[in-house]
């Protein structure tokens, strides 16, 4: 099991907002975009955001990383996704 594996959490929409300072909106339009992961199904009509990747376009943002460097994360984290299963 891999260390990422060990420390994963879900987060859901309200507190992905506080801890990236963004508005629904925006949250939406990064996600259409590909500038942001899209969110997990964790039920029948809820979906929740992965802690790391969270956490890891956060650092990319304060590195001051380009829209391009960031997607190109942000593919990474989601390919990453079917190495979990």
Do not use: W
């Amino acid at each position: 099991m891999s260390h990422k594996t060990k420390n994963i959490r879900i987060l859901r929409r309200p507190e992905v907002l506080t801890q990236t300072g963004l508005s629904k909106s925006t949250l939406s339009l990064r996600i259409n975009q590909g500038l942001f992961c899209p969110p997990i199904p964790i039920g029948a009509r809820s979906v929740g955001f992965v802690n790391y990747e969270v956490n890891e376009i956060l650092a990319a943002l304060i590195s001051g990383k380009s829209d391009t460097e960031i997607k190109q994360i942000v593919q990474s984290l989601i390919y990453q996704r079917t190495e979990l299963a």
